[in-house]
Each structure stands twice: as C-alpha cells, then as structure tokens.
C-alpha cells in the first residue's frame, strides 16, 4: 500500500474540486489548476478532501502511480490558495535583469541581452540582484527559474552567474597551483 497514495487531501475553504472527462479540477482563490488523471487512479471528492484508491495494490507501478498523482492534486490544491515562489540570485559585475511586460531581460556578460518570454501563468519580479518568480502551478514555476538559471549557470572560479538563493557555490582555486617559486 503506498504510503503517499493513502492519505486524504483536505481541501480548504474555498476551494473546490471535481473531475471531467478525465481531468482533475481544482479551483480556489488564485485560480484554476488541472491535470489528465490516470485510468487506474479511483478518486473520492466530498466537499472537505479528495480521497484516491487503486484496485491492484501488488503491482509497483500503480502504488507508484498512486503515490505521484495524489502528490501532484496536493501541489495543486496548495497552489491555488497560495503561490509558489523560487528566487534566483544574479552575481557578477555589470549583470543584471528587468521585466517588461511578460518579457524578462537579461544582460548576463554576453554580447547582447538575452530576452526570455515569460509563460502564461507566472510572474516575476525584480529586486537588486534578485529575481523573484510566482504562480501557482508548482511544475511551471520550477521549469521557469530553471531554464533562466540555464541562461548563465554559476560558474566555480568566481561564482557569476544566475543561482537559486539556497545554492551554495563550490569554489575553485584557479591557476594558483601551478605558480611555484624556484
């Protein structure tokens, strides 16, 4: 029995759930959130949790399975009553970020700037050095900072580049080695 799959997600006030047509729907006060559920995958909705079951619970995959879409309804349920945030740090001389619009520019020590078009869904901002990313869609928010972290990753002689702010940088020593006296 998955350990995951068996607990029931409580939906707070305000916050509905329902299936269509093979989706899972989960409305709340910032918005609107929806998944392809699984064929395997029965689900329970009253008005205060959603309770998902599988028929086979031997086979390692549908407790697999189970354990992942009650994971994935949870972040959704979390997501539409508040936000999810990742923030991005950018180190370096001359390197910095502005938002214009849904259009994030970046100008990271390459020859022009680069432009990233930000997804329906999420919002950033911009602070200093730090770039601020919002929404309520987990996955989204964490394929977005990544992909801007990927424009310039750090790199460990110096440390510039775009890390997330809990990232700790392994430094290296350089050509410092290589210099001995004779």
Known sequence: MSRLGKLPIELPAG??????????IVKGPKGELKTKMHE??????????????IDDQT?????????????LIKNMVIGVNETYTKKLEINGVGYKAAVSGDK??????????VIYNLPVGIKVEVQANIIIINGI????????????????????YKGKGIKYD????RRKAGKTAGKTEK
């Not at 916050?15 to 899972?24: I, V």
């Not at 994030?104 to 700037?113: A, D, I, M």
């Not at 809990?166 to 940088?169: D, G, K, S």
């Open 59 to 71: 086979i390692g995959k549908n407790k697999a399975l189970w354990g992942l879409f009650r994971s």
């Open 15 to 24: 916050t509905r759930a329902w299936l269509d047509n093979g989706f899972m």
């Open 104 to 113: 994030l520019t970046l100008n990271v020590g390459y020859s022009h700037p």
């Open 137 to 156: 869609d987990k996955q989204l928010v964490g394929e977005v900072s990544a992909q801007i972290r990927k424009i310039r990753k750090p790199e460990p």
């Open 40 to 53: 395997i995958i029965k689900t329970a909705i009253t008005d205060k949790e959603i309770i998902l079951s």
């Open 166 to 169: 809990y990232e700790i940088l």
